[in-house]
T-cell receptor, first 111, second 113 residues
């Protein structure tokens, strides 16, 4: 079983829709949870990170962590064509400096 | 603003060649990482370094070596390139105190013929 599972998609939504991206994980020791956005032919860029259960908002983006269910989500409100990218979840635990990525979900927002 | 740069965006090499991929960061970060990214497999850690001259193996170190002679520079070396090393290679860096936030370079797309 992989440490981090993420549905690869692809996901296609109309402009203005609410997008929900999800990852599950198996290691209860994970301490930090990140979402990266990667545009085609570019490196990943850090979008949001959190270390506690609950919600964290940043503009149109909300990161949600449920440690009891080992489940994290990224919500994008009022999605825009510029949000079209691959979204990677990532998790980190400090023992051994272990950093784990999901495989990424490809999102296309149609104008 | 953190900047991580990689020496090449695209590289074409032949089987058996020695390949050097260079990464430079300008934010005095202690930690540096090399990943490869393949469709369906996501990002996989090859090596990381938490200090000058220090290195640790990641999940897939076979066929690779690294060098960190200076804090800002982390090199990935393919001693004898093989076709299964065709991939996108990404370098990242982070502060020791903020290891959970990694900043990535633009990536090097390597094709081994």
């Amino acid at each position: 079983q992989k440490e981090v599972e993420q549905d690869p998609g692809p996901l296609s939504v109309p402009e203005g829709a609410i997008v929900s991206l999800n990852c599950t994980y198996s290691n209860s020791a994970f301490q930090y949870f990140m979402w990266y956005r990667q545009y085609s032919r570019k490196g990943p860029e850090l979008l949001m990170y959190t270390y506690s259960s609950g919600n964290k908002e940043d503009g149109r983006f909300t990161a949600q962590v449920d440690k009891s269910s080992k489940y994290i989500s990224l919500f994008i409100r009022d999605s825009q064509p510029s949000d079209s990218a691959t979204y990677l979840c990532a998790m980190w635990v400090d023992t051994g400096n272990q950093f784990y990525f999901g495989t990424g979900t490809s999102l296309t927002v149609i104008p | 603003d953190v900047k991580v740069t990689q020496s090449s965006r695209y590289l074409v090499k032949r089987t058996g060649e020695k390949v050097f991929l260079e990464c430079v960061q300008d934010m005095d970060h202690e930690n540096m990482f090399w990943y490869r990214q393949d469709p369906g497999l996501g990002l996989r850690l090859i090596y990381f370094s938490y200090d000058v001259k220090m290195k640790e193996k990641g999940d897939i170190p076979e066929g690779y070596s690294v060098s960190r002679e200076k804090k800002e520079r982390f090199s990935l070396i393919l001693e004898s390139a093989s076709t299964n090393q065709t991939s996108m290679y990404l370098c990242a860096s982070s502060l020791w105190s903020r290891e959970e936030t990694q900043y990535f370079g633009p990536g090097t797309r390597l094709l081994v013929l």
